[in-house]
């Protein structure tokens, strides 16, 4: 298993942005793709994001895309999002997700990720 730990919520007027990172520890190589989701109070968690093991494979949400970029760094283990243009509707928890070592694919189902942090909460004021 690794470790994922999120960081950079916070309260952001809207039209702002944030840059989320979410730091893996527990493994000794980058080989398995990671992924973003988000849950809004009441709703279901949602896809918002996912990258390749390499990062040079994105995709996004429909509701994110144009606003929001996902990049890795795998010499410090971290994954990345860049979250621009923000509106009411982004608040919710912010999740990062790792798939298992060898995964090297992003998916955007959330029954394809074996490892979540613990979240980081966005919240947008209108």
């Known amino acids: 298993q690794v470790q994922l730990v999120e960081s950079g919520g916070g309260l952001v007027q809207a039209g702002g942005s944030l840059r989320l990172s979410c730091a893996a520890s527990?493994?000794?190589?980058?080989?398995?793709?990671m992924g973003w989701f988000r849950q809004a109070p009441g709703k279901e968690r949602e896809f918002v994001s996912a990258?390749?093991?390499?990062?040079?494979?994105?995709t996004y949400a429909d509701s994110v895309k144009g606003r929001f970029t996902i990049s890795r760094d795998n010499a410090k283990n971290t994954v990345y999002l860049q979250m621009n243009s923000l509106t009411f509707e982004d608040t919710a928890g912010y999740y990062c997700?790792?798939?298992?070592?060898?995964?090297?694919?992003?998916?955007?189902?959330?029954?394809?990720?074996?490892?979540w942090g613990q979240g980081t909460q966005v919240t947008v004021s209108s």
């Open positions: 527990g493994r000794t190589s980058s080989l398995y793709a």
């Open positions: 990258i390749n093991w390499s990062g040079g494979s994105t």
């Open positions: 997700a790792a798939r298992n070592f060898g995964a090297l694919h992003y998916s955007v189902y959330e029954a394809a990720f074996g490892s």
